[in-house]
């Protein structure tokens, strides 16, 4: 059916790419690029396309955002402002931050975004303590998600429940697509993929 099979008119699209690296580490931003323009030339579409990564660092706009090893003809930056100077105002990014402490030497050092029980607390991260996975050398990881506000229509984005707004849920569907790059964590994880990313 095409991409109208998957995006609305009305929808918020947010795209999770992985700026965590550069070159080949990155999502490629032709591929994004060409994914955009695809919902921008649906029929109609009124709705709004947000570009949001969580790559661990204080410096909101580093990594994948302003590398000139970049895998594509642009870094994620310069993919944004390419809409936004051909008058989209409604291509945008937003960064994410961990909510919890940085692990020295794991992390790299963007803590502090704080941990919220749903939009109407702010922005953050969801820690869902009833969704816990340990793995087989028994690490545990708590399953969590971020709660995060448009900057071009001040619609708040649950990534769980939706669409928040004036202090309720609101219709407007949310689609999130993830654009991960094939990276390697070693072997004890292997070629981890969208799995890693989201």
Not at 15 to 30: E, F, R, V, Y
Not at 110 to 117: F, H, I, L, R, S
Not at 168 to 180: E, H, R
Request: aromatic content about 12%.
């Amino acid at each position: 059916g095409g991409i109208e099979g998957i995006i609305g008119p009305q929808d918020i699209v947010v795209i999770k790419p992985n700026a965590q690296w550069w070159n080949q580490g990155m999502t490629n931003t032709d591929t994004l690029r060409a994914f955009i323009e695809s919902v921008l030339n649906l029929p109609n579409f009124a709705g709004e396309i947000i570009l949001a990564e969580n790559h661990h660092f204080p410096d909101d706009n580093s990594r994948g955002w302003t590398t000139e090893a970049r895998n594509g003809k642009f870094n994620y930056n310069e993919l944004i402002d390419y809409f936004q100077n051909n008058g989209f105002s409604n291509v945008t990014k937003y960064h994410w931050h961990d909510g919890g402490p940085s692990v020295s030497g794991l992390h790299g050092g963007a803590e502090g975004a704080g941990v919220v029980k749903g939009p109407w607390e702010g922005d953050g991260y969801v820690w869902c303590h009833e969704m816990v996975y340990k793995s087989t050398s028994g690490h545990k990881t708590l399953m969590n998600y971020p709660v995060f506000t448009s900057s071009y229509s001040g619609t708040t984005i649950d990534l769980k429940h939706g669409a928040w707004k004036d202090g309720k849920y609101i219709d407007t569907p949310v689609k999130l697509i993830n654009f991960s790059s094939l990276n390697h964590h070693g072997t004890w994880a292997g070629a981890t993929a969208a799995i890693k990313n989201y």
